[in-house]
Structures are given as C-alpha cells and as structure tokens.
C-alpha cells in the first residue's frame, strides 16, 4: 500500500530514503541546493515504531515535492525476516540483522518510486562510514544500474553538531524531539543504538538507550513460559494462536522484552573495515531463532546440521555486507529452504529474569529415539556393534601417535590389604 502527498513537481527529481530524522531532514534541502533538483521523500514502513504521518508532512514542509508512506511490514516479514530465521542469522553469532535485512527492502521500494517519477537519482543519508551506504547503492546496482546515487551525508563530510547548526540556519523543522546524542534504527525485527558514549567500548550501555526492553526492577517475579509452532522452519503460533508473522514478532518483541530478553552489546566488524561498537534490542528475534535451532536439532540429521552451520555464516556475511541480490544468495537460499520442509513442530521457551530459556521440543519429524539413547531398561542400541565400528573409524590413525605420548609427573598410591586367617 502507498500513500502519498505532493505539493508541486517540475524539473528533475530525486527520490530520498527518508526517516524523518535529522540527516534525511537536512539532506532534503542540501539536495536542492547542491544538485537544484527537487526532492520526493519516502518512508517504508518496516514496523518502526514512529508516527509516520507526521515526518511524511514535516517532509513537504522541508522542501520536499512528493511524500511517499510504502506500508511493507508484512513483505518484510515473509520475505525477509523468515528468511533470516530458517537460515538461524546472526552476523559474528550475536546480530540478528535487524538493520541489515530491512535496507534491500528499502532500496527496492526507493528505485520502484523513482522509476514510477522518471527520477535518474535516488538518495540516502548514510555516512560514508557505515554499512548502510553499501547495502543501498548495491541494491540500487541491482535493481537498476542506470539510476545514480546522491549521498550528501557522504558528500557533505558534515558531523551532526554542524547538521543542527544547519537545519536551525534553513529554518528547517525537526522532529518534537531533540535529536539525540544516539544514533537509532528500528523495525519489526530489532533496534540499533550507537554513538555517544557508546563509542567507547568500556563504557557500560546507559539504560536511557533501551525502549523495548525492561530494566531488570521491572522485570516479574514469575517466569513466562511461550509455545511457538514452527511449519516449514517458520512460527505460524504463539501459545496456540496463529498469526501472520509480523503479528507474532510484535507479539514476542513486547512478551520477551517485558522480561528483559534480547539485549545484545556487541563489538563488530564493518564491511568497510572499521570496528563499531553497537548495541541491539532484539526480543522477539532472540527467542524465535533460539526455539528454531533446537526444533532443528531433533528434526535434522547431525551431518545436515553441521553443513548448514557454515551455510548460516555465509548467508549472515551476505546479509551484512549488502548482497541480498546475488547469485551466491540465491542459491544459499534455496539450500537453507530445501532443510526446513520436515521442520515442523513445538517448542516450549521459558522468560525469566532477563533471559529465554528452551525447555520443551516435540515434532512429529523428530530423529531423537529415546529407546536408543537411554541408559535405563528398555535400551535397544546394541552396544557390542560399537567395538567394530570404533576399529574401523580409527584405522587412518593407527599408530600415527606412536612415540608421542609419555609419562611424567606420576603419583601412584597402594593399598595393601592382609588377610586374616582364622586362628
């Protein structure tokens, strides 16, 4: 669904990835100023928790010529995060790449606006730093090679002291308010903080940084146990209640973060090289992907599962670094989706005090045999069978370790025990 206003059109134009905040705010007259194009804004909606009806007019009121509102949460969701979850992603095992899944979306919906205007350019207001600059103009490549890029936060080389200063010079209007010393993204699937004192990695995280998840004197006294159904690798239910999945991700996001759950502080590894530390807010993320990978692990056999788990880096490196259109990506989509179609099942997540905790798996694809890994009776795994396989699973090593080990250090005690003879 796309909802625009327009106030007048002429000339060329460029179309603005816009959020509302302070570097899309000024970049919207900086663009007409520096290119003396007009400017037409818009806003995806990736399940930000924003009033987005105010920053599509306070566009108009900034000098833009069209405001754009693309309703895609749904998209986002089945296309994008389910993706994310059948393919267990988490960048450097600790992001589950709430920012970076959404910006190929994004650039998508950008370049269908400017080919809907005839626009030849397309915006964003992405540092020349950060990951975001990537993912865009590499979605842009793909989608359309012909459009070219404006990037004035990139261009301008300007700090967000000058932005203000610039925004107060223009007479432009920003949001209510004031912009903050943190730098933030959200969506359905988590929330970014970074800058401030964040920049300084011994720094313990303020707790003012945090919207979606409690501190822990708001956290229940009682522990919350949550039931997701898993069809095909992908939560269709929460406690019996089925529901489309961005549904059920808003559902998780405020259930798990009332506890606390999905807080991740991590030091990583931009594309571009650069270190950055950031913090993420991730309930309903944290919980799913947990409860898929042990659904996973009764459904899929060991050697599938280990595969898969160099599959999964791969496919988070892609994610991150930008090529959500690519070859490479394509076919390890198509792999990670060839695994989940026995992926169906229960499992049963436990929420207290700051973390989840699986505590329940059942699928009627499970491989777990009871009968075979008990030690009590009833066990039918004949163990005699063992003594041959160790044998020949050991023949390539045999006798590889001759003269290496050794004896040194050794405390040897006995007793001696005397028999008594009746007298």
Known sequence: MIDFRTSRVAGEIAVLAYSGGLDTTVAINWIREKYGVQVATVIVDVGQEEDLEEAADRALVNGAVRSYIIDAKDEFASSFISEAIKANALYEGSYPLSTALARPLIAQKIAAIAKKLGAKYVAHGCTGKGNDQVRFEVTFRAVDPALSVIAPIREWNM??????????????????????????????????????????????????IYQWTSHSDMWPEEAEYVTLQFEQGIPVSVNGRKQKLSTLVTELNRLAGKHGVGRIDHVENRYVGIKSRENYECPAASVILQAHRALEGIVLSGDLLHFKVTVEGRFSELVYNGFWYSDTMKSLRAFISSTQEGVNGEVRVRLYRGSSTVCGIRSSNSGYSSSLSTYSRGDTFNQRASEGFIYIVGLPVAGTASGEAGISDVRERVVERKIQKAA
């Open 159 to 208: 700090n967000r002291d000058d932005e203000v200063a610039y925004a107060s010079s223009h007479g432009l209007k920003l949001r209510k308010s004031q912009p903050s010393r943190f730098s933030t993204d959200e969506n359905l699937w988590g929330r970014s903080i970074e800058g401030g004192e964040l920049e300084d990695p011994w720094v313990e995280p303020p707790e003012e």
